[in-house]
């Protein structure tokens, strides 16, 4: 899939100086599954149909601080699963925290004064310098 609008928005960010201080992620919650006519919801899909398929998707992170050109894991040669690497999206979520500078252990609090959690998860090795 070729994005030429995202890539000429990360050149523009990076020729303003603004990808060392702002995080750029880009992601969908589902991938589409990787033959035509299977369904994960229930419905009959047409044959020539794709479904939502929650089990292998992809991220794009950029700017602060994140590896520029690396590449984390390796899906199956159908896109159905990961193959190598896998990311939880908790571990996703603690990277972005990382990268703002937030520590993803914290603990906050919530209206009943209960600590919580940020997020239960260590941040994606290797995905930030």
Known sequence: MRLPCFSAFLQ????RGLLEETLIVALGEFGR???KGVSTSGKVNRSDGRDHWPYCHTAVVAGAGSKRGYVHG???ATGASPKDKPV???ELLAGIYHAVGID???NV???LNQPRELVKAKPVEGLFL
Request: proline letters at 16%.
């Open 74 to 76: 390796e899906s199956d």
């Open 104 to 106: 993803p252990e914290t």
């Open 88 to 90: 939880h999206p908790t």
């Open 12 to 15: 523009d960010m990076e020729s």
């Open 33 to 35: 599954s990787p033959e």
């Open 109 to 111: 609090y919530n209206h």
